[in-house]
């Protein structure tokens, strides 16, 4: 093992944990991720925090549960001091930079309060969520969101696609027919080609922009490299060819029944009647849209295969982890709804490839690793890897690091995700206001449970029921049940997660603080005073004045 160690840390949006080849689909073929799970693990137990995309990506990048960190929905600010990935891994030498997503949002008005300039290098490492910013790009620019300077639209600019003040939704993102130009927004263009050329489309975009950052690697400075692909995030439009080489016949089966629309749980039963849920509920909108869901994945794996050989020509293979993930699923049609936003797991599980060129994790390559994972412990991960000592009393997360080298260590009971529905249109129809819509869910090996107060629990049994048709959250034989899981997510809720000033070694030192000090509180007498308590400094008696 090289002295020097890198982290490539790659994040897609919205890929599903079952789209690989390596994860079992018989039509899409990702062989440059199956050639990395042989080379590491592939965890196929794992869990994001929330099933969208900001609050996923906070609890990431602050290796904390979304009700520690507080960032609970799309454009809700991750609140200035909450400490981040750059605060953990700089400390340690190591240079966190980013290419592509994050979609944090900055806290401006706490930055204002306590007079920190946005433009500031304390600024802008809260800003850019301890990342430096090689390359930063959301990737949902419509109109009335698009902001002047996004690189990418200056890219495609100088590449000739300057019809439109915004070619990212006008020439990556659209096609071009018989009705002329249709915005990518609108899923029955889905298999059309996008009006920009496959090597100036968004994924390879961001593959050039990281190897242009490795190509400046100083070989001496370790870094992180998080390349976050927009890709299969919807509008589902990708170039040619990559648009059909997928047709009807390569859809996987719905995985929904017909039962799930008697009686639904209510909360479910709105996520269903979303425009989202309505369109995949149609076998037309599959058939036309999946197929390019699986063309955008089939991109990001030949680009990824670039990359691997861009990095092989240059040496950094053997001194670089690589990690694969994403930051929620997609619901595709399965149980009548579409996009993510609820708990069912083609859109809270999450694929995880982790591969580590050390030695030392020889006996765990290219093995498969059922451990309940969690987001959050990669934080925790890449600390432990370049030697830093995690801080328990903040980080919620665990290393995954024992697991990488095929130890044996006592490990987590079940994995919790958490969403905020109050940003959803159907709000109002709950009656509830926003600081009511909360909702969570807790698993084990075998059971899932998801509450959300004002209704009725749901409650899956993932080993009979591994597809989760059947809602046992108001059947009377699994009531225990329901009260065990309850019980555990009750006792996850009453953990400490704010208690960051103190670590766990300062909360041991002061253990019985105030009989060291001399406050001796309840004492009768100076005999009493035992060690490890300290007898005051004033005379054993005092003389009473005559």
Not at 70 to 95: C, M, Q, S, W, Y
Not at 284 to 295: H, L, N, Q, V, W
Not at 391 to 412: F, N, T, V, Y
Request: overall charge negative.
């Amino acid at each position: 093992m090289a002295d020097r160690r890198n982290v490539l840390f790659i994040m897609c949006d919205q890929l599903r944990w079952d789209y690989l080849s390596c994860a079992g689909h018989k039509s899409l073929h990702t062989p440059n991720i199956d050639a990395l799970a042989e080379r590491g693990v592939r965890f196929t137990n794992v869990y994001c925090q929330s099933p969208i995309c900001g609050p996923s990506r906070m609890s990431f990048y602050t290796g904390r549960y979304v009700s520690s960190h507080g960032a609970t929905g799309n454009f809700v600010p991750l609140r200035i001091g909450e400490k981040n990935i750059g605060d953990h891994l700089k400390p340690l030498g190591v240079r966190p930079v980013l290419v592509g997503k994050t979609h944090m949002i900055a806290d401006t008005e706490g930055m204002k309060r306590l007079g920190i300039d946005p433009e500031s290098n304390i600024g802008v490492h809260h800003r850019e969520a301890g990342f430096e910013a090689y390359e930063r790009d959301d990737g949902v620019h419509p109109d009335s969101m698009v902001k002047p300077g996004v690189r990418y639209n200056e890219y495609l600019k100088q590449k000739g696609y300057d019809d439109h003040p915004n070619p990212w939704h006008w020439a990556a993102n659209s096609v071009e027919g018989k009705e002329g130009v249709r915005s990518g927004f609108f899923n029955d263009v889905a298999d059309e080609p996008a009006r920009v050329a496959e090597e100036d489309s968004e994924t390879p975009y961001m593959t050039n922009r990281a190897m242009a950052f490795l190509s400046e690697d100083d070989g001496e400075t370790p870094w992180l490299l998080h390349l976050s692909y927009i890709k299969p995030h919807w509008p589902y439009i990708a170039p040619a060819p990559y648009n059909n080489m997928y047709s009807a016949k390569d859809v996987k089966p719905v995985a929904r029944s017909d039962a799930e629309l008697d009686d639904p749980n209510p909360l479910a039963k709105l996520f269903m009647e979303r425009v989202s849920g309505r369109t995949f509920s149609k076998e037309e909108a599959r058939e036309t849209i999946i197929p390019t869901y699986m063309g955008l994945i089939k991109q990001i794996d030949d680009q990824l295969g670039v990359l691997f050989a861009f990095m092989e020509e240059r040496g950094l293979l053997k001194d670089t982890m690589i990690v694969l993930t994403s930051d929620h699923g997609d619901y595709l049609g399965d149980h009548w709804m579409g996009d993510k936003d609820f708990f069912h797991d083609p859109a809270v599980k999450i694929p995880l490839i982790i591969a580590d060129p050390d030695p030392a994790c020889n006996a765990s390559r290219g093995r498969l690793q059922n451990a309940l994972v969690e987001a959050i412990d990669l934080v925790p991960t890449f600390i432990d890897y370049w030697g830093g000592s995690v801080p328990q009393h903040i980080l919620d997360g665990r290393s995954l690091m024992p697991l990488l080298r095929g130890e044996k260590c006592a490990w987590r009971e079940f994995v919790v995700s958490e969403y905020d529905y109050s940003q959803q249109v159907f709000r109002p129809k709950t009656g509830r206001e926003p600081l009511e819509c909360r909702s969570y869910m807790i698993a084990n090996q075998q059971w899932k449970y998801i509450f959300a107060p004002g209704y009725p629990p749901i409650l899956f049994d993932l080993k009979n029921d591994p597809d989760e048709y059947v809602d046992l959250g108001r059947s009377s034989e699994h009531a225990d049940t329901r009260v065990m899981m309850h019980n555990a997510l009750g006792d996850w809720s009453l953990q400490y997660r704010q208690r960051e000033t103190v670590s766990e070694e300062r909360a041991t030192q002061m253990t019985g603080l105030e009989d060291k000090l001399g406050v001796l509180i309840g004492y009768w007498n100076e005999d009493d005073v035992k060690d490890p308590a300290r007898a005051p400094s004033w005379p054993t008696k005092q003389k009473t004045a005559e």
